[in-house]
């Protein structure tokens, strides 16, 4: 390999991991211990917000009946969905392709740091980095006292992706890897082995960053942290071009190879990719966002708990490669399925070591945690409760770094419904933060970030898209288009639902950063063709356009940030800031490739920065 960005050993990382992993359990353990402490003063209390949640919930989403009641906010979550699944062209395949009270140091300080660093925690376990990262009495970010401005971006793959079940190398498997636009199998010209893009980590953060980035949202896994996980190491290029040329070689047999990106670029394992993006964005002086994306790098977008456990929400999807029914977190998943397991401890550990990064690199530019993405299985007052501890263990490694902290979904997996206001408002996955009105986090208001997701039609058809007609009373999804309804953007409908979910904590002075958002522009163009031939009778082709438009005008003017899905074009539903040269069958080999940028995503999501 001759690219220097990567230039660490999976045995060194290993040694460090291991040296952090006392510090993170004691850590733990002392939060849970506190709360263990505290729970019979509460118990009668946290029983009677439960039932009463519950009971509310009893009456809501009439709409959801079916297993769309997953799906008033399901694929929101196929923002992500796709943007996981990947396709290894050289196979020939194709795919759709592709998240209290606490006895810390930050009880009593934090109210006093939004504009000055000078008086943070001096407990002995919080770190001390330069930057220090807090929000100001207007609801607004700063870096060591000063304004920080965010222009926010995702890019994926780090936190596992979805190969096909045919794949030649690694069938079915879930590499972690960062999409970088440089694929093994790219050949410019006709001397093999294959020569790939060319491009680089480094040309894409210049590229973007010229664009006017400055917040990279990383999503991760807790297995993207584990050196030695075998879906993060294992060069296929290295392994096929070994096979023809002496200038390569490879220590994995043609069973254990699983990353597609070109030897120039290849990683050593996960968390040295990890750790390197880290270290070169802080070069480049270029923010970053750890976000906890699932429990599993394997069951990826649908988790929607910790402890997730089949069958999931695309179970039955049509014409669907990528499903995860052999795969849990959760122990009591049944025969016949592996278990990934995690649960609230071991998330806690998780968090208390992505804390710990900005210390053991060395950097100051991770801005915060995005504790988990779209926790939809949660009422309110259940992902309050775990937030809350998020908080207290983020904040007892390091207490310069932001909490962000998504909302919960309109709907458990049970079917009982969790409470959102409108009925007709149903929010998608991470959208719904109306409980937080009566309920609000145990967060000090300046170290939180509240950071909804929402996602128009070229994620799922919702039915405050369609046109409000007889035929069309309460469907949603397949069953909108296989009635022929037609999708009609209405701002004011969709802005009134907004505020209800979210946008009215920014008229309380909390910062609000839509964590995602996103889509096609020209959808269902672009889409499988199951969905291009299920809306091929809408009037207008730019639904998704004017969507997008009706968001940020909103965001605009409530003066809402937002961070765009995504960077990178490998998302099947939502596509990226960049183009993407793959075609479904005029160009299957173009996957993974990018093009230029898509101006008019940049039109959008500049008028946000602007």
């Known amino acids: 390999m001759n690219n220097s960005l990567f230039n660490l050993t999976a045995s060194s990382l290993l040694l460090v991991f291991l040296a952090g992993c006392s510090v993170e359990s004691d850590v733990v353990d002392d939060i849970l211990s506190d709360t263990e402490d505290t729970s019979e003063q509460t118990t009668d209390d946290t029983t009677t917000d439960d039932s009463t949640d519950d009971s509310e919930d009893s009456t809501d989403d009439s709409d959801d009946s079916t297993d769309d009641s997953d799906d008033s906010t399901d694929d929101s979550d196929d923002s992500t969905d796709d943007s996981d699944d990947s396709t290894d062209?050289?196979?020939?395949?194709?795919?759709?392709?592709?998240?209290?009270?606490?006895?810390?140091?930050?009880?009593?300080?934090?109210?006093?740091?939004?504009?000055?660093?000078?008086?943070?925690?001096?407990?002995?376990?919080?770190?001390?980095?330069?930057?220090?990262?807090?929000?100001?009495?207007?609801?607004?970010?700063?870096?060591?006292?000063?304004?920080?401005?965010?222009?926010?971006?995702?890019?994926?793959?780090?936190?596992?992706?979805?190969?096909?079940?045919?794949?030649?190398?690694?069938?079915?498997?879930?590499?972690?890897?960062?999409?970088?636009?440089?694929?093994?199998?790219?050949?410019?010209?006709?001397?093999?082995?294959?020569?790939?893009?060319?491009?680089?980590?480094?040309?894409?953060?210049?590229?973007?960053?010229?664009?006017?980035?400055?917040?990279?949202?990383?999503?991760?896994?807790?297995?993207?942290?584990?050196?030695?996980?075998?879906?993060?190491?294992?060069?296929?290029?290295?392994?096929?071009?070994?096979?023809?040329?002496?200038?390569?070689?490879?220590?994995?047999?043609?069973?254990?190879?699983?990353?597609?990106?070109?030897?120039?670029?290849?990683?050593?394992?996960?968390?040295?990719?990890?750790?390197?993006?880290?270290?070169?964005?802080?070069?480049?002086?270029?923010?970053?966002?750890?976000?906890?994306?699932?429990?599993?790098?394997?069951?990826?977008?649908?988790?929607?708990?910790?402890?997730?456990?089949?069958?999931?929400?695309?179970?039955?999807?049509?014409?669907?490669?990528?499903?995860?029914?052999?795969?849990?977190?959760?122990?009591?998943?049944?025969?016949?399925?592996?278990?990934?397991?995690?649960?609230?401890?071991?998330?806690?550990?998780?968090?208390a070591e992505v804390a710990g990064l900005s210390e053991e690199l060395g950097v100051d530019n991770i801005l915060g945690v995005d504790i988990f993405n779209e926790p939809w299985n949660y009422t309110w007052s259940e992902w309050k409760d775990l937030a809350e501890k998020a908080y207290d263990t983020i904040s007892a490694v390091n207490d310069d770094m932001l909490i962000i902290v998504e909302g919960v979904g309109s709907a458990l997996k049970d079917d009982t419904a969790v409470e959102h206001g409108d009925e007709s408002s149903a929010p998608n996955w991470g959208e719904n933060l109306y409980g937080f009105a009566s309920d609000p986090l145990d967060i000090p208001q300046d170290r939180l970030i509240l950071s909804p997701h929402t996602y128009g039609p070229s994620v799922f058809v919702k039915n405050i898209f369609l046109e409000q007609t007889e035929a069309c009373e309460g469907l949603e999804g397949d069953d909108a288009g296989e009635a022929g309804c037609d999708i009609v953007i209405d701002s004011e409908a969709l802005e009134a639902a907004w505020e209800e979910h979210f946008g009215y904590l920014r008229d309380e002075g909390y910062a609000v950063l839509v964590g995602e958002f996103g889509g096609m522009i020209d959808w269902p163009a672009g889409a499988d063709d199951y969905y291009q031939d299920l809306w091929d009778h809408l009037s207008d082709d730019n639904v998704d356009e004017q969507w997008q438009n009706a968001l940020v005008d909103y965001m605009v003017d409530q003066d809402i940030e937002g961070c765009y899905w995504s960077l990178n074009p490998e998302s099947a539903d939502t596509g990226g800031l960049y183009n993407h040269a793959w075609e479904a069958d005029t160009n299957e080999g173009g996957w993974g490739t990018w093009e230029d940028f898509n101006d008019t995503k940049l039109d959008i999501v500049k008028k946000l920065w602007n």
């Open 89 to 351: 062209d050289s196979d020939d395949s194709t795919d759709d392709s592709d998240d209290s009270t606490d006895d810390s140091d930050d009880s009593t300080d934090d109210s006093d740091d939004s504009t000055d660093d000078s008086d943070d925690s001096t407990d002995d376990t919080a770190s001390s980095v330069t930057g220090i990262y807090r929000i100001d009495e207007n609801g607004y970010i700063t870096e060591n006292g000063s304004p920080f401005e965010p222009n926010c971006v995702s890019w994926f793959g780090l936190e596992g992706q979805h190969e096909p079940s045919d794949a030649e190398y690694n069938a079915g498997g879930a590499p972690m890897e960062l999409y970088v636009g440089n694929m093994w199998w790219v050949q410019d010209g006709s001397e093999w082995p294959a020569n790939g893009t060319g491009r680089t980590i480094e040309q894409t953060i210049e590229e973007a960053m010229a664009e006017g980035v400055n917040l990279i949202r990383l999503p991760i896994a807790p297995q993207t942290l584990d050196a030695t996980d075998p879906q993060g190491v294992g060069s296929i290029g290295e392994y096929a071009f070994s096979t023809v040329s002496s200038d390569y070689s490879s220590d994995y047999s043609a069973d254990e190879v699983v990353l597609k990106n070109h030897p120039d670029v290849v990683q050593e394992n996960s968390r040295q990719a990890l750790e390197d993006f880290i270290t070169t964005a802080d070069a480049y002086g270029l923010k970053v966002i750890i976000d906890i994306h699932s429990c599993s790098n394997y069951i990826g977008w649908r988790a929607g708990d910790l402890e997730a456990t089949p069958p999931y929400v695309d179970a039955d999807r049509v014409d669907y490669d990528y499903t995860r029914e052999d795969y849990a977190c959760g122990v009591d998943a049944g025969d016949g399925v592996t278990v990934h397991e995690y649960n609230e401890e071991l998330w806690l550990e998780t968090l």
